[in-house]
């Protein structure tokens, strides 16, 4: 049961796109040609077109598409088939030549759907803000019709179903063009109230066409209403029966009923009037059956809400009078200025309307390398940057309580003992070097022990002083001769001295790896800091 549900459901989805998609030739960006050519195919009954013709109708109607080639034209007739607006006819081709054949093997039609949707788009692009006219006088005859049809019902032997076919028919036809006419007005009548710029000339003459035209409609609504609600209510018990005397009568494209295994099923849209929704959507209009209130409670509605809009006017005129007039069309032609100005001319229109002349830097200065001439437009100008406090609020002091100091002993703590163990690894690696001194090649050193090692190597070598090698005659060689050389750390209470001798090669075993220095020497020797420091205050 949920899978059956579900899927009718899509499949109506699927159908309400389908329909929708119908609709897409009118926002399309050749929308101008789209129309022309449905055009084309809306002038004439069961039109079936081939390119040529097509062509030779725009040319003769003019407009956009008239300049279309075939190719061109050809490719908006396949987006209309596929949009669904037209449909590939099948029409037998009897054609001279094979060329004649290939300019008129494809021939198009109008669907349905397409055909209706044309005649609304025309219908809108004809008569969209134009103020349609109330049929009043359609009400009068919708219950004068209602009230005979009545009669002739409860009458002794019925309505013949001719007569009853004309009467209902003409009912419907009567009761659609006077609701129509009714939802055109009101629609162009809120639209014209929804605008404050009236002058006093358009407000007179929509005072007028308040209080007389809309007013002479409500009464005659309010008036009627009730007659035709008092018909129909004599009608309703017996409008089963004369429906289906009807249908037995004439029963229309509904008796269409194919034979055969495959038969097709016909949907089939009957006429206004053959249903009983059709009646309760005619009684629902002028009595209150569901309980959402009937369309002339909504009629009266409607009209209180446009006096109330008209007295907004009127007290709008009135304060114009007083000096407080609406600004909008002055706004909107300033707006056209600025629409049409070229940038320099803008500022000039906006200092001009605005007062907006050129930027004061007032209370943050910008930076030192960015000093800003006083005709330095704000448009152009660097940005400074406003502290928050300041851009929200004006003031730069602080709001709320001030947070208590955050407590960092713990911190402290962690950071003292990683220093107290980074020292007594240091120191560890300076008394390993001191037992190894002289005898490197039989230890092997651990990485602490490398690593201040090489520290001071690298300290020692970048203070050694680089003297020239000279031969016995005096004349220069090639080469450099290092003096001994040292380093020391006084808080390990470490010394390392570097000589150079020729031919020597010291090794450094490790765990990290081995070291060979070529033509040095190293020794490790301890050193008092306490002497450093006596002979240091000697010296001073």
Known sequence: MGESASGAAQDAGDEARRRLNAYTYLSAPERLEHVAI?????????ADLAVPDIMAK?????????GLDADTLTVRLEQLVQWGNLLRSSHTVKASSISEYQRSRSRYQLSKLGERIQRDADGVLAEADAAREVSNELLALVERGLRELADLVTAPGGIEPRDGLERISTLFV???EFADS?????????????????????????????????????????????????????LWQHLPALLDRLDTHAQGL??????????????????????????????????????????????????LRALQSLLANAKRMLRSAT????RRKDLLR??????????????????????????????????????????????????????????????????????????????????????RQRAVARAAAADELRSGSGRFAEVRLTSAALGLLLELLATALGNAQLRRRTGTNGEGTAGFDLDSASSEDAELGIRLTVRRTAGTRTVLYSADGDLLLDDLELDISRISAAVDGAAEASVS
């Open 323 to 326: 000096g407080e007039m609406s």
């Open 334 to 419: 300033l707006a056209r200025w600025f629409d049409d100005a070229a940038p320099q001319d803008a500022h000039d229109i906006a200092v001009a309307a605005f007062g907006l002349y050129g930027a004061r830097h007032l209370g943050i200065p910008p930076a030192t390398d960015e000093v800003v001439p006083a005709y330095t437009s704000w448009w152009t100008g660097p940005v400074v940057e406003v502290p928050v406090a300041l851009r929200e609020r004006g003031s730069r002091a602080q709001r709320g309580r001030a947070s208590a100091v955050e407590d960092h002993s713990e911190q402290k703590q962690r950071l003292r003992e990683a220093a």
């Open 254 to 303: 509904a008796g269409l009923s194919p034979q055969g295994e495959n038969r097709m099923e016909i949907r089939v849209q009957r006429s206004r009037g053959r249903d009983l929704a059709d009646w309760e959507g005619l009684r629902g209009w002028f009595s209150d059956t569901g309980g959402q209130g009937s369309q002339v409670d909504q009629l009266r509605d409607a009209t």
């Open 182 to 234: 009714i939802r055109d007005f009101y629609a162009y009548l809120g639209q014209v109230l929804s605008r404050y710029d009236l002058d006093s000339a358009e407000y007179q003459g929509f005072k007028e066409l308040l209080l007389d035209y809309v007013e002479a409609i409500t009464e005659d609504v309010a008036f009627r209403a009730p007659r035709v609600s008092e018909a129909l209510g004599t």
């Open 58 to 66: 725009l040319r003769q109607a003019g407009g956009s598409a008239a």
């Open 38 to 46: 449905m055009r084309v195919f809306c002038s004439t009954l069961l």
């Open 174 to 176: 009567q009761f659609t």
